[in-house]
C-alpha cells in the first residue's frame, strides 16, 4: 500500500513538473498566438446589437491597449468589416469579384472567399466613426513601446485633431517617459488650439507651445495670432515675439556649427599644404588630386569590401584611412624626387609643372575609373542626425570635426616630439644651418612632401563621406587650401586651424546674405587686404631664413 502510495506521488509530482517544463518552453509565437485569441470574442462582438453596443465593445477593444486590434478597428471606420452569417465570425472583406476576399481581423493572414450573401456589413455611423478614431489614437498612445507612443503623439501634433484630447490626457496621466510626455503635451496643446475649448485651456497651450520654442510651434502661434483676438491674441503675440528671439539665436549657433563643419574640412585639404608649401616654398598645384586619390582609395577599399567581405563594412574607413596615408604619400614621394627637386627656386616653374601634373592625375583617374560620380557609402555610425535644442547635428559631419581634430593633434605630436619633427623645424628655419648640421635636406623635402601627401589622402578618406567622389574632387578645395594657409601664416599649423575655422565661420555668416559665391568673393578680397598689412599671415613663422 505504501508502495502504492509512493507510487501515485512520485507520478503526480513528474507530471506537474512536465507541465511547468512545457509551460516554460511554449514558444513566443504559440504565446502570442494565445493572445490573439484571446481577443477574438471581443472583436466578434462588434457585429453584436446595435450603435450604443458597437460603441461599448470599441471601448473593450480600446482598452485592451493591443495594437493587434487597431487593423479591425480601421476596417469598421472603412466599412471594410463584414460577419460571416455561417458562424458569426468577423472578417475583413474586400470586393474580389463576385465576391469578397476574407482576411483575419487580427492576423491579416487570407480567410477564403465568400458570397456576397454569405457576409453582412458591419454598419456605423459619423458618431461611430469619432470613437473610431479616439480609440486608434488611444491604442497607440498606450502601446508597449515609447516609440511607438511618441510617434502616435507627434501625428496627432501634426493633425491637431481636438477629437484625440482626451486619449491624449488619459496618456499623459499614464506616461512614465518623460520624452514621450512631453511631445504628448505639446500634442494635446496642438489639438486644444484647433478645438473650441475656453480661453484658460487655450492659455495654457499657448504656454507649453511657447516652451516648445521651434517652427512647428511658432506657425500655430502665428495662426492663432491671425485668427484670434482680445488677451488670446496678446498671448499668442508676445509667445510668437519670444519664440523669433530664441529663434534668430538659435539661427547663429547653427551658423557656427556649419562653419566649424566647414573650417574642420578646410583644415583637412590644407593642413597637408601647410607642411610642404612652408618647409619647401612650393606652389603645389596637385596637392588638390592628392585629396582626390584617398578619396578613390576609399571607393575602391569598398567596392572590395562589397564583392568579398560585406560584413566589414563598418570598419571600412579604418581599412581605408591606412591605405589613402600610404598611397598618397608614395606618389607625393615620387612626385617629388622625379619633378619638385630639380625645381626649387623657381616657384613659377614649379606652380606651372605641378598644375600640368593636377592634369595628368585627373585624367588617369578619368580612364581608370571613368568620368562619372562615384558612390561612397557611409556606415551606419557616419549616418543619420541628432538635434541639441533646436541645433541640428549630422553624425558625418560631427566626425569629421573630430577626425580633422584628431589630425592635427597627431601631427602636432610627430613635428614636436620625433627626430623626423625636429629636423623639419630645423630645416622650415634654416635650410642652410640645418645642412651644415648633417641633417640630409634633401630627403626630409621628400619625407615632408610624402607627409603632406599622405595626409591629403586621409583628407579626401573624410571628404568622401560628404561630398561627390569624381576626378575633380580636388579643385573644389585647392583655392580654398591656399586661401587658409595664407591667411593663417604659411607653414605654421595652428595658423592653418585658426584660419580654417575662421574662413568656415565667416563663410557660413556670409551666405544667406550674399550667397555662396559672393561670400567667398568677400572673403577673397578680405584676404587680399589683410596680407597687404601682414604679408606673413596670421602667425609668422620665425628664424633666420624667413627674416631673410
Not at 266 to 287: E, K, R, S, W, Y
Amino acid at each position: 500500500m505504501t508502495l502504492l502510495r509512493s507510487f501515485h506521488l512520485t507520478s503526480l509530482c513528474l507530471a506537474v513538473g512536465l507541465l511547468f517544463i512545457s509551460m516554460l518552453v511554449v514558444s513566443p509565437e504559440v504565446r502570442a498566438q494565445q493572445d490573439v485569441e484571446s481577443l477574438r470574442p471581443l472583436v466578434n462582438a462588434l457585429a453584436k446589437g446595435k450603435f450604443k453596443e458597437t460603441e461599448k465593445q470599441i471601448g473593450d477593444l480600446a482598452a485592451t491597449g493591443d495594437p493587434v486590434v487597431a487593423p479591425a478597428l480601421e476596417a469598421l471606420g472603412d466599412g471594410d468589416l463584414y460577419v460571416r452569417k455561417s458562424d458569426n465570425q468577423v472578417f475583413i472583406a474586400k470586393k474580389s469579384g463576385s465576391g469578397y476576399a476574407l482576411s483575419d481581423p487580427l492576423t491579416l493572414e487570407p480567410a477564403g472567399e465568400a458570397g456576397r450573401r454569405d457576409v453582412s456589413k458591419i454598419k456605423v455611423n459619423n458618431s461611430l466613426r469619432r470613437v473610431i478614431r479616439s480609440a486608434l489614437g488611444s491604442l497607440t498612445l498606450m502601446a508597449p513601446d515609447p516609440q511607438v507612443r511618441k510617434s502616435a503623439a507627434e501625428a496627432v501634433f501634426k493633425a491637431k485633431d481636438p477629437d484625440a484630447i482626451e486619449s491624449l490626457e488619459a496618456a499623459i496621466g499614464k506616461e512614465v517617459e518623460d520624452d514621450v510626455r512631453l511631445v504628448m503635451e505639446q500634442a494635446r496643446a496642438a489639438a486644444i488650439l484647433n478645438s473650441d475649448r475656453g480661453d484658460p485651456d487655450k492659455l495654457e497651450a499657448i504656454g507649453t507651445l511657447e516652451a516648445m520654442g521651434n517652427r512647428d510651434a511658432l506657425s500655430l502661434l502665428i495662426g492663432l495670432q491671425d485668427s484670434s483676438e482680445g488677451e488670446l491674441q496678446a498671448a499668442a503675440q508676445a509667445a510668437v515675439t519670444r519664440i523669433n528671439k530664441n529663434l534668430a539665436l538659435w539661427d547663429n549657433a547653427q551658423n557656427i556649427w556649419y562653419g566649424v563643419s566647414l573650417g574642420s574640412v578646410l583644415l583637412l585639404a590644407a593642413i597637408g599644404l601647410a607642411i610642404t608649401f612652408g618647409v619647401m616654398g612650393v606652389i603645389n598645384m596637385a596637392h588638390g588630386e592628392m585629396v582626390m586619390i584617398g578619396a578613390y582609395v576609399t571607393f575602391v577599399v569598398q567596392e572590395l569590401i562589397r564583392s568579398s567581405a560585406p560584413g566589414l563594412f563598418e570598419y571600412s574607413l579604418f581599412i581605408a584611412l591606412p591605405l589613402a596615408f600610404l598611397v598618397s604619400g608614395a606618389i607625393g614621394v615620387a612626385v617629388e624626387r622625379g619633378i619638385i627637386r630639380w625645381l626649387y627656386g623657381r616657384p613659377l616653374e614649379t606652380l606651372l609643372a605641378t598644375w600640368g601634373l593636377s592634369l595628368i592625375l585627373q585624367q588617369a583617374v578619368r580612364s581608370i575609373f571613368g568620368p562619372t560620380n562615384r558612390e561612397v557609402g557611409n556606415p551606419d555610425w557616419m549616418s543619420g542626425a541628432f538635434e541639441l535644442g533646436q541645433l541640428t547635428i549630422t553624425y558625418n559631419r560631427m566626425w569629421i570635426i573630430v577626425f580633422a581634430l584628431l589630425v592635427f593633434a597627431g601631427l602636432m605630436l610627430v613635428l614636436k616630439k620625433t627626430p623626423f619633427g625636429l629636423f623639419t623645424r630645423a630645416v622650415t628655419q634654416n635650410r642652410r644651418m640645418a645642412a651644415s648640421m648633417g641633417i640630409r635636406t634633401p630627403w626630409i623635402d621628400a619625407l615632408t612632401f610624402g607627409l603632406g601627401s599622405g595626409i591629403a589622402g586621409i583628407a579626401g578618406v573624410a571628404l568622401s563621406q560628404i561630398d561627390n567622389v569624381s576626378p575633380n574632387l580636388g579643385q573644389g578645395y585647392i583655392i580654398d587650401s591656399f586661401m587658409v594657409v595664407v591667411f593663417g601664416g604659411v607653414g605654421n599649423l595652428w595658423g592653418t586651424l585658426v584660419g580654417a575655422m575662421t574662413l568656415g565661420v565667416v563663410n557660413k555668416f556670409l551666405e544667406p546674405y550674399a550667397g555662396a559665391v559672393l561670400g567667398k568673393i568677400f572673403v577673397l578680397v578680405f584676404i587680399i587686404l589683410f596680407i597687404q598689412k601682414r604679408p606673413r599671415g596670421l602667425f609668422a613663422l620665425k628664424g633666420r631664413a624667413v627674416e631673410a
